[in-house]
């Protein structure tokens, strides 16, 4: 099965939800601000994307910088438990099958997996 880690306000994560099911496949659609991953899964996600934690996050929202998470002293573990607190701070959406994964930016990017 195909997981879509998809915000429904952003324009990006509703295009690439649209794309996958003009595809007509088998897609669990998680609402990451609402069921956000935990530390384990996003280590998981990181690892299926060929991330860091840092380039895994929303560096212009304003969580970003009150949580203090630019400095370069800041660990990938303190930036994974600030995504898993603050699911805001990932990048969407996330498209993951066959035990890879894509950020769907653009939203055509999903489709490289299939």
Do not use: W
């Amino acid at each position: 099965m195909a997981v879509l880690y998809h915000n429904p306000r952003c324009s990006k994560s509703r295009a690439a939800l649209a794309l996958l099911k003009e595809r007509d496949l088998d897609l669990e659609v998680v609402r990451y601000l609402e069921t956000p991953p935990d530390e384990a899964a996003l280590r998981k996600l990181l690892g299926q994307l060929g991330m860091t934690p840092l380039e895994l996050m929303r560096r212009g929202e304003a969580r970003y910088r009150e949580l203090g998470l630019k400095g370069a002293d800041i660990s990938d573990d303190d930036r994974i438990r600030a995504m898993a607190e603050n699911p805001i701070l990932i990048e969407r959406p996330i498209f993951v099958t066959n035990g890879r994964a894509v950020v769907g930016r653009p939203p055509e990017r999903v489709l490289e997996l299939l």
